[in-house]
């Protein structure tokens, strides 16, 4: 399925949209709607091109503000990635710690047009290992046209390769203040974009599929997100960021083992991600049908 560009309106500040959670105010939902409103009468699709050519005057950071999307509950969010599309339904590729949040909770999806969309999460089974992987399909419908990532090839990626990590932190930490700002309300202003390098590609995978290790600021939120090499294609989801809590058991490789103190040092300092080779083979399991893309 071709993949199609969206142009942004240069204002900034935009919103949640029709759908909104109930804590928000009448006043609040209002301006929300408004702002949301304004980005769709600004929103334009156009640039058609085929899965296998990506034309030169579209950028890695385009690319990853069309397929980022934003995954709304009750009182936090995170990220995800389109990955296909069968008729009017969309599906987004995530982590399972973003959509696990209690029983039957209700999601909102925002996409990079300001719309947002009540989402369905699919369940999945377990890798072709055996092996849990934190990551799960989420499913939302529409008639409107959302372009879909390409899948690359992490098995391509050699270290100190250029890759961009995209999604949405939950949080704003001004310069020089004493305070933390919620991004929950901001919608696609959160919107981040960071650049690294592959710093890590260890032979044995860490615990649920965690195998990319890189230098990227990823935040709070961005779990979920993309992962992309510079031709902007899809090899890696966002996860962990760096110095998680728990120290070396944090770090356990999927075989029970731990790393060694000079290696768990270098692991610590890196954002991990979930690679393409490891959540395909579900992807594509889960997801016959679908119109998807990749190389």
Known sequence: MAREPIQYPHKSGLSLGEQQTSHFST??????????????????ITNHYTPSHVPENLSVPEIARDITVRILLETTSGSGVIIGRQGNVY??????????????????????????????????TNGADGKNLDI??????????????????????????????????????????NYVESTY?????????????????????LLNGYKLGYTNDVKDGMSG?????????????????????????????????QPSPELFEQMEALSWGIPSEKFMPIVNRQSTGLESVSR
């Open 91 to 124: 599906t987004v590729l995530t982590n399972e710690h973003v959509v696990n949040q209690g029983n039957n909770p209700n999601y909102i999806v925002l996409t990079s047009d300001g719309r947002t969309h009540s989402g369905q999460w699919r369940h999945h």
């Open 185 to 205: 309300s901001w919608g696609l202003r959160a919107f981040a974009l960071t650049t690294g390098q592959v710093s890590l590609l260890p032979e044995k995978p």
């Open 27 to 44: 006043q609040e939902t209002r301006l929300l709607n408004q702002r949301s409103t304004e980005a769709q009468k600004n929103h334009k």
């Open 136 to 177: 799960a399909l989420v499913e939302f419908k529409t008639d409107q046209t959302y372009p879909i990532a390409l899948m690359g090839n992490s098995r391509k990626l050699s270290l100190n390769e250029r890759v961009y990590s995209a999604g949405f932190p939950n949080y704003y930490f001004p310069e020089n203040a």
């Open 225 to 257: 997100g993309p992962v992309l090499n510079q031709q902007g294609e899809l090899v890696g989801i966002n996860g962990r960021h760096k110095y998680v809590l728990g120290g070396i058991n944090a770090y356990s490789f999927a075989d029970g083992t």
